[in-house]
């Protein structure tokens, strides 16, 4: 990438506009047209740098349960549990960290808790596994953007409500939101989406302005393929404490979830995560955190492999096989 394109992607992952017209303010800004704006998106889009444009809908507005799982997967079958994990559609994570017992880290949602047990209970014991199960109790942060200039996750560090509004007390069609979670590259992205609500665009706009400070919707912003960019480490941060509220003012962190603890086997309440080029990197960001946040016992768990992207963190690998 050139200076243009980082400047780009800065713009639309920081500061892209609920406008009528949003690349036309992007090029405004950037002193360029918005023709322009829109072709170098595509190009990023086609090179598999940026994913989409747009916004997510809280699992929580949905009424559903969300967990993150640890396994203990021997490291001779780690593939086919992970394989097996990634049948259940629900998986948007799927990551092996140097951690034991638990190395296979995933997160899948479900309909209630019992539906999400039985799910991971079958993988469990299929291969006679060890497992725990963590509950999002409270989500603080969701909220992964980099910064191209500092190699280091980089957010806002601001908290989302805690108790977002279901969808059947909104009566707001699910056309909606599939048409904010990836905009098209076109002059008037909005249009499809205010048609769904049978808006006009401005009040479409002030609509979704609602909706992201009920929390309902993830602010809208360019998400792009951290790997793709240089990002090779991640790093989940686990801390005997729950700080969450304070880790998720932290602007390096990107994901803040309080979750339970599981007696004998796991006693970190919080947890947040933390991205950048490389480990050392990385390292000097989360000492800085753990110092300000004055955690007394934290563990640093570094992703290995993603299984759901099909990579070996750091270089790309064949994807596993489902």
């Not at 444009?53 to 009424?63: E, K, V």
């Not at 967990?67 to 994990?85: D, R, S």
């Not at 006693?267 to 955190?289: K, N, T, W």
Request: charged share 30%; with cysteine.
């Amino acid at each position: 990438m050139d200076a243009g394109d980082v400047d780009l992607l800065m713009e639309v992952q920081y500061d892209f506009p609920l406008a009528e017209r949003p690349y036309e303010v992007v090029g405004e800004r950037m002193g360029v047209d918005e023709g322009w704006v829109i072709e170098r998106l595509r190009e990023l889009v086609k090179a598999g740098i940026l994913k989409r444009i747009g916004a997510i809908l809280n699992y929580r507005s949905r009424g559903l349960e969300a967990a993150l799982v640890g396994m203990a997967a021997p490291e001779g079958m780690i593939e086919e549990v992970a394989a097996a994990v990634n049948r259940d559609p629900q998986v948007s994570h799927n990551f092996q960290r140097d951690y034991r017992p638990y190395n296979l880290w995933f997160v899948t949602k479900a309909n209630s808790r019992e539906e999400l047990e039985a799910k991971v209970a079958a993988v469990a014991k299929r291969y006679g596994l060890d497992y725990v199960i963590l509950y999002s109790l409270r989500s603080y942060k969701v909220d992964v953007r980099f910064d191209l200039r500092r190699g280091i996750s980089l957010t806002k560090g601001e908290l989302l409500p805690e108790n977002p509004p279901s969808l059947s007390s909104l009566g707001i069609p699910m056309a909606f939101f599939s048409k904010v979670r990836s905009l098209p590259l076109a002059p008037e992205p909005f249009k499809e989406a205010a048609e769904a609500l049978g808006l006009a665009v401005p009040e479409a706009l002030e609509k979704m302005r609602e909706l992201i400070r009920l929390g309902v919707l993830r602010d809208l912003h360019g998400t792009i393929d951290g790997e793709a960019v240089g990002f090779r480490e991640n790093a989940m941060v686990v801390l005997r404490e729950p700080v969450c509220e304070e880790a998720a003012r932290l602007n390096i962190t990107t994901h803040v979830v309080l979750r339970n603890t599981v007696p004998g086997k796991w006693q970190y309440p919080c947890y947040f995560m933390v991205h950048g080029v490389s480990r050392q990197v990385l390292e000097d960001y989360i000492q800085d955190a753990v110092r300000k946040l004055g955690v007394s016992e934290y563990r640093v768990l570094y992703s290995v492999r993603d299984f759901l992207g099909g990579r070996e963190m750091g270089r790309r690998v064949e994807k596993v096989a489902e």
